[in-house]
């Protein structure tokens, strides 16, 4: 049987990668041209699939000075 702080533990991983992957989605539709011309579904799909690399990777391509690199 899981263990009651391991249960909590992974309930609130699961909120925060239903939360980072919203924020993502709702982040990439208010851009003109997100990164890679990738549609918000898909940004908020990869930050759900893989939480805290794909929320990274999102932030790294449209929100980091690396970003204007890109868009040249």
Sequence with gaps: MIKGWFF????LLVFIDIYLSAAVYVDAKKLKAPAL?????????????????GFFIYWLMNRSSLSHIHRI
Excluded at 37 to 53: K, R, T, Y
Aim: aromatic share 24%.
């Design 37 to 53: 011309q990738v549609a918000p579904g898909i940004w908020g799909l990869l930050s759900f699939l893989f939480p805290f690399f």
């Design 8 to 11: 909590v533990l992974l309930v």
